[in-house]
């Protein structure tokens, strides 16, 4: 394994020194954990406590890792309703989103607007109540991830910029690290994303006073990271003005 052999196989190499069985309880624990019983016999083994620690440990699916990600699932689906619920809320009081992908957001927001419309319409006497207003915000609900500087409404995967740069157009997930939510259609900025962004303006502008005369390539590099934040920032302003605000500006 220390051999050319092993090199050209990408084998990681012995280390020096007395081989012993501990470097081996990851490896034990997975083999062991695979075979029918197995997880029973890597948690007497290891002498583990608890059984959901050798599921962790042997990094196997199922039982109370399964019932854990599923309880995790359901509480990123109410978390990410609630915020939907909570924007389009904004929206009919005049905050509306920015970025590249506000204008579709909107749209649906005005769809849900004409669902309930027509629903008063059809039956005047009925009162929509809060569960039906979910069931029709919940579609765009599951499409929703969460930027730090952004809200990524990931609907269809052949817009999103971050698979196109990354060259994987038909993941099921956006790569949140690469996310340019400035350029990409279905990112959306809101008022609670404004202090990120004018940590930036202040981070770049800092940088920008620390360059020497020579670096002009950096400065070209952060006066365009500097130009883009500071125009973020002001379309959230923008956008999220309410009517109230922009009928004083008016007058």
């Known amino acids: 394994m220390n051999g050319p052999a092993g090199q050209r196989l990408g084998l990681a190499p012995i280390p020096d020194g007395s081989v012993n069985l501990r470097m081996l309880r990851r490896t034990l624990a997975v083999e062991l954990a695979y075979r029918p019983g197995g997880l029973l016999a890597a948690k007497?083994?290891?002498?583990?406590?608890?059984?959901?620690?050798?599921?962790?440990?042997?990094?196997?699916?199922?039982?109370?890792?399964?019932?854990?990600?599923?309880?995790?699932?359901?509480?990123?689906?109410?978390?990410?309703?609630a915020i939907v619920t909570e924007e389009w809320k904004n929206a009919r009081a005049g905050i509306k989103p920015s970025g590249p992908g506000a204008r579709d957001l909107l749209d649906f927001f005005q769809s849900v607007d004409g669902q309930l419309d027509d629903a008063l319409r059809t039956a005047p006497n009925v009162i929509t109540n809060d569960q039906q207003v979910r069931g029709m915000l919940m579609k765009r609900a599951k499409t929703l991830h969460l930027g730090t500087a952004n809200y990524c409404w990931f609907a269809d995967p052949a817009k999103a910029l971050c698979l196109k740069l990354a060259g994987t157009?038909?993941?099921?997930?956006?790569?949140?690290?690469?996310c340019d939510s400035a350029r990409c259609p279905q990112a959306t900025h809101h008022p609670r994303h404004r202090p990120v962004w004018e940590k930036t303006v202040e981070q770049n502008k800092v940088f920008i006073r620390m360059l020497g005369r020579g670096q002009k390539a950096e400065r070209t590099c952060l006066e365009a990271e500097l130009a883009r934040a500071e125009r973020v920032i002001a379309d959230i302003d923008a956008a999220s003005r309410g009517p109230t605000v922009a009928a004083g500006m008016e007058d």
Do not use: C, W
Request: proline letters at 6%; a positive charge.
């Open 44 to 81: 007497i083994h290891l002498k583990h406590v608890s059984v959901i620690t050798t599921e962790g440990y042997a990094n196997r699916p199922g039982g109370s890792q399964s019932r854990f990600l599923a309880e995790v699932g359901k509480e990123e689906e109410k978390r990410n309703l």
């Open 169 to 178: 157009p038909t993941a099921d997930r956006p790569l949140i690290g690469m």
